[in-house]
């Protein structure tokens, strides 16, 4: 599931990307090979192929409109995604930390960097149950 690149050069470069650069792959000399992330930027020598195995920049990971929900899995994920269309406030917790709710107002897009820190989510409280919240990972 992954952009593909070739390698013309006669040794082996480093891909780099992800959040702070962390994600890296090492392509062999005068090869193509899949990464698991797009790079920041091409080493010389290195070119695109193609986005084939197709990567899904957001997975659509639930809708939600009852409150409370069940524990939703993001786990491996580095960035949340969160629509509110309820007509009121939504709070969520993560990793079963009842003690810190986050409020998402209504009509809002957010986006959270997890890092891959959170496992799961639930929502327990929701304004109108007529529309919902949706979440997507990446």
Request: hydrophobic share 35%; net charge negative; aromatic share 10%.
């Amino acid at each position: 599931m992954s952009p593909t690149y070739t390698n013309s050069t006669a040794r082996s470069v480093t891909l780099r990307g992800g959040i702070g650069l962390k994600k890296r792959k090492s392509i062999k000399k005068y090869t193509t090979d899949t990464t698991d992330f797009y790079p920041t930027t091409l080493p010389t020598g290195v070119t695109f192929v193609s986005h084939e195995p197709l990567v899904h920049p957001f997975v659509l990971l639930a809708n939600i409109n009852e409150f409370p929900s069940d524990a939703i899995t993001c786990t491996g994920y580095n960035t949340l995604q969160f629509h509110n269309e309820t007509g009121g406030v939504v709070g969520f917790y993560a990793n079963g930390d009842t003690a810190n709710v986050l409020e998402i107002p209504v009509g809002v897009f957010m986006l959270i960097d997890t890092d891959g820190k959170f496992g799961n989510i639930v929502f327990v409280s929701g304004g109108d149950h007529s529309a919902g919240v949706t979440v997507w990972g990446s």
